[in-house]
């Protein structure tokens, strides 16, 4: 697709935090016209101050299918269409498998799982009837690599990994693409929280990338067509490979690790250093 075409196409954004809010304002630049939904209707409104178009704003829990239908129903009444939707929605809750509660793991499964499978499956008879659209999915290096003290937050990731991949080959002939994002971590309020609550060290082994660099990753997606795109793309090449070698695996993690709760402690305390 040509950046010209981008003009007056219509997006769904699920989910509009520190993630969401910069793709809502990337594509709001293009000439998009937006349904930014959230089940935190005060997010999507703190979005609106950086819009030039007004976008159609729609609470919705994507753990509730009723809503997931409503979301889609009420965008098709506004714009009659809908050629993009980006899953930015996730929780991780950090913590060791064997301490974390059923109800915990549950909530994390609920959410980026089974809440984007709903997001996904309820849009697919939309686009095959349009004969066209894109599907994004926001996921993270974690759905690659493992990350210890996350690891139901990884499961999911690697589950989205697998539908992601299988969709892309079932839906092709339909001309409905499939795009996956994968970023190391990412400047959010979700990594502060990580960093407050003994999130993995792996996730702090890298200075974070900002969110607009995420939404500039979802642009060029959608423009050339990618399946997957990681962030910064060296580290999604080297968590690739070094996936390939199962004993360059084990080696290499422990000193990861320990270079990573290195960084967590630099993060914490700048962290503090800023807010005083």
Same mark, same amino acid.
């Given at each position: 697709?040509?950046? @010209?075409?981008? @003009?007056?196409?219509?997006?769904?954004? +699920?989910?509009?935090?520190?993630?969401?809010?910069?793709?809502?304002?990337?594509?709001?630049?293009?000439?998009?016209?937006?349904?930014?939904? $959230?089940?935190?209707?005060?997010?999507?409104?703190?979005?609106?101050?950086?819009?030039?178009?007004?976008?159609?704003?729609?609470?919705?829990?994507?753990?509730?299918?009723?809503?997931?239908?409503?979301?889609?129903?009420?965008?098709?009444?506004?714009?009659?269409?809908? $050629?993009?939707?980006?899953?930015?929605?996730?929780?991780?809750?950090?913590?060791?498998?064997?301490?974390?509660?059923?109800?915990?793991?549950?909530?994390?499964?609920?959410?980026?799982?089974?809440?984007?499978?709903?997001?996904?499956?309820?849009?697919?008879?939309?686009?095959?009837?349009?004969?066209?659209?894109?599907?994004?999915?926001?996921?993270?290096?974690?759905?690659?690599?493992?990350?210890?003290?996350?690891?139901?937050?990884?499961?999911?990731?690697?589950?989205?990994?697998?539908?992601?991949?299988?969709?892309?080959?079932?839906? @092709? /002939?339909?001309?409905?693409?499939? +795009?996956?994002?994968?970023? $190391?971590?990412?400047?959010?309020?979700?990594?502060?929280?990580?960093?407050?609550? /003994?999130?993995?060290?792996?996730?702090?082994?890298? /200075?974070?990338?900002?969110?607009?660099?995420?939404?500039?990753?979802?642009?060029?997606?959608?423009?050339?067509?990618?399946?997957?795109?990681?962030?910064?793309?060296?580290?999604?090449?080297?968590?690739?490979?070094?996936?390939?070698?199962? +004993?360059?695996?084990?080696?290499?993690?422990?000193?990861?690790?320990?270079?990573?709760?290195?960084?967590?402690?630099?993060?914490?305390?700048?962290?503090?250093?800023?807010?005083?």
């Amino acid at each position: 697709m040509k950046r @010209k075409d981008l @003009k007056n196409k219509i997006a769904v954004i +699920s989910g509009v935090g520190g993630i969401g809010q910069q793709i809502a304002k990337l594509f709001d630049k293009e000439g998009i016209k937006l349904a930014l939904a $959230d089940i935190n209707i005060n997010l999507i409104h703190s979005a609106l101050t950086e819009l030039e178009q007004d976008p159609l704003i729609i609470s919705c829990d994507i753990t509730n299918l009723q809503e997931v239908r409503e979301l889609y129903s009420k965008t098709l009444e506004e714009y009659g269409k809908i $050629d993009f939707l980006v899953n930015t929605v996730g929780i991780i809750i950090p913590g060791s498998f064997e301490d974390i509660s059923y109800e915990e793991i549950e909530r994390q499964i609920t959410i980026n799982l089974m809440g984007t499978i709903r997001c996904i499956k309820e849009i697919i008879p939309i686009m095959k009837e349009a004969e066209e659209g894109h599907i994004i999915t926001i996921s993270s290096l974690a759905g690659i690599v493992p990350e210890t003290n996350s690891s139901i937050y990884t499961a999911t990731k690697f589950a989205l990994r697998g539908l992601n991949w299988t969709l892309f080959f079932e839906l @092709k /002939d339909y001309n409905i693409r499939i +795009s996956t994002i994968f970023p $190391d971590s990412v400047e959010t309020p979700m990594l502060r929280y990580e960093a407050e609550h /003994d999130g993995s060290p792996l996730t702090f082994l890298h /200075d974070p990338v900002q969110p607009e660099e995420v939404a500039e990753a979802v642009l060029k997606a959608i423009i050339k067509e990618k399946v997957e795109v990681c962030i910064p793309h060296m580290e999604g090449i080297l968590s690739k490979l070094v996936m390939c070698m199962p +004993s360059q695996l084990k080696r290499l993690w422990p000193k990861y690790e320990k270079k990573g709760i290195v960084k967590r402690e630099e993060y914490i305390k700048k962290m503090e250093t800023n807010q005083e």
